[in-house]
């Protein structure tokens, strides 16, 4: 569920890559280093620059990547018989160097300990597994006049949060609400002076991701003047975010994107 408008990449490939490091950078985050050759290729953009990647199956010892990097991609992707295709998932550039990739996996795990393809590769990545990646440009891309910057996220859109705020200029104004699992899975870095990062961690009475970010949000002391809001994470705290902001907040709804990464309670295919 969205409303935005991406900056397209730059001259996008399907790129193969591979681990160089994997390390739990927090109670519930792992940073997951890609590099190789196919990096070179790769352009940096900043700010909340999104991908897909390309994941192997169990049993795959090679990955079967699209060819194409148009809309064409997933017309390929679908005629690949369902063994061999990769599992596909979309990431955020946490950060980016010459030789290297950071990619924050988020792990999450059922009571008997069981998780997603994607977790479980985080979990298990070793350096040389492959991945493939195709970039797929910026998600943050205010669009009206503003004079400060409203963030909110879940531990989803923390990386994004992070670019972002990586990205502003060092006057930027604004404030940013990341809510978190445990405080554990704080995070620091750089942002303007003038934004102010709220961290809010889950307890019992918020079980749902997104839904104690979603109350901060609602009952915040918040700058006046025109705002760039950008909501990214579970589904309905953006929803949520944006229905507060258009109906008690008297927010223009041409000043707010949403990108609803996933949905509590329903399974990525």
Request: charged share 25%; hydrophobic share 40%.
């Amino acid at each position: 569920m969205a409303n935005f408008k991406i900056r397209k990449p730059v001259d996008p490939h399907v790129l193969l890559l591979e681990v160089v490091t994997s390390e739990r950078v927090s109670a519930n985050m792992v940073r997951v280093t890609l590099g190789g050759d196919g990096l070179s290729r790769f352009t940096p953009l900043g700010f909340d620059q999104w991908f897909r990647l390309f994941l192997p199956r169990p049993g795959q010892d090679s990955l079967k990547l699209p060819t194409r990097t148009s809309g064409l991609w997933y017309a390929q992707y679908l005629a690949t018989a369902k063994p061999k295709r990769p599992y596909v998932r979309n990431y955020t550039v946490r950060a980016y160097r010459p030789d290297g990739l950071d990619v924050d996996f988020v792990v999450h795990l059922d009571d008997d300990g069981n998780c997603g393809p994607a977790t479980r590769f985080a979990l298990d990545a070793k350096p040389g597994d492959q991945v493939g990646l195709l970039d797929q440009g910026v998600g943050y891309n205010p669009r009206a006049d503003h004079d400060w910057t409203l963030l909110a996220a879940d531990e989803t859109g923390l990386p994004a949060v992070a670019g972002i705020c990586e990205s502003l200029p060092d006057d930027a104004r604004g404030v940013a609400i990341v809510e978190v699992p445990s405080l554990d899975d704080v995070q620091e870095f750089r942002k303007p002076g003038g934004i102010d990062l709220r961290w809010v961690a889950r307890t019992g009475a918020h079980a749902v991701p997104g839904a104690l970010a979603l109350e901060t949000l609602t009952a915040a002391e918040l700058p006046s003047g025109p705002v760039w809001a950008y909501l990214v994470g579970e589904s309905a705290l953006v929803t949520g975010g944006r229905r507060h902001l258009v109906q008690d907040r008297r927010i223009p709804k041409t000043n707010i994107d949403f990108i609803g990464y996933w949905r509590h309670g329903h399974a990525a295919m």
